[in-house]
């Protein structure tokens, strides 16, 4: 069966910083690409940043890049997000997911159940 279970989350406010593990079992995590993904309120689920596997290329939505830092530990079969100098705006359920061919594409075929991220101003 397969498991991916984020935390994480929390309240926080705007500037702050925050760390998201993911941790992923009944698959072979190393050979997934894995990526984060976010859906606020009233709007569709986005990408936010992907690792491909053996963790060499990274991608970033515009909105996150130079404040979110996406890694992994293929040891501990856990992928993290770092957020820094969180905004309003970045408030949404938090998703990881992973797939062996899909990188910016929300339809990644495992998913998580979610993590909320709320940024006060």
């Known amino acids: 069966q397969v498991q991916l279970v984020e935390s994480g989350g929390g309240l926080v406010q705007a500037g702050d910083s925050l760390r998201l593990p993911c941790t992923v079992s009944?698959?072979?995590?190393?050979?997934?690409?894995m990526g984060w993904f976010r859906q606020a309120p009233g709007k569709e689920r986005e990408f936010v940043a992907a690792?491909?596997?053996?963790?060499?290329?990274?991608y970033y939505a515009d909105s996150v890049k130079g404040r979110f830092t996406i890694s992994r530990d293929d040891a501990k079969n856990t992928v993290y997000l770092q957020m820094t100098t969180l905004k309003v705006e970045d408030t949404a359920v938090y998703y990881c997911?992973?797939?062996?061919?899909?990188?910016?594409?929300?339809?990644?075929?495992?998913w998580g159940q979610g993590t909320q991220v709320t940024v006060s101003a």
């Open positions: 690792i491909r596997r053996g963790g060499a290329s990274t």
């Open positions: 997911a992973a797939d062996r061919l899909r990188v910016i594409e929300t339809t990644y075929y495992y």
């Open positions: 009944g698959l072979s995590f190393s050979t997934y690409t």
